[in-house]
């Protein structure tokens, strides 16, 4: 059984990096065909997909946050990370972190439980 579990601070000012981990157990990140995601849903909205890190460590993100996302792996402790710079309230969101499966694009089979971030003074 995989199972994802998000950490990181729950309060980010605004201009700062926001920085969250992902740890992966019951699988290895370095597993074909896996793909691992960050994915946010902001207060009242839709859950909106960030970026991807791919099993062989390659990465793509959306075109709409590219500029600002960076996501790393530390396969040594099975975790992938997500920093989100320059944020603004307008980044407050609960994040997760989930397992996409190449075998079926756009379907994730599991899911952390997600960590809210909030972005204040």
């Known amino acids: 059984q995989v199972q994802l579990q998000e950490s990181g601070p729950g309060l980010v000012k605004p201009s700062q990096t926001l920085s969250l981990t992902c740890t992966v157990s019951?699988?290895?990140?370095?597993?074909?065909?896996?793909?691992w995601s960050w994915i946010r849903q902001p207060p009242g909205k839709g859950l909106e997909w960030m970026g991807a890190?791919?099993?062989?460590?390659?990465?793509y993100y959306s075109p709409s946050l590219k500029s600002r996302t960076s996501i790393s792996r530390y396969t040594s402790k099975n975790q992938f990370t997500l920093q989100l710079s320059s944020v603004t309230p307008e980044d407050t969101a609960v994040y997760y972190c989930?397992?996409?499966?190449?075998?079926?694009?756009?379907?994730?089979?599991?899911w952390g439980q997600g960590t809210q971030v909030t972005v204040s003074s």
């Open positions: 019951g699988g290895s990140i370095r597993t074909s065909y896996y793909y």
């Open positions: 890190i791919r099993y062989s460590g390659s990465t």
């Open positions: 989930a397992r996409g499966d190449y075998s079926a694009p756009g379907m994730y089979d599991y």
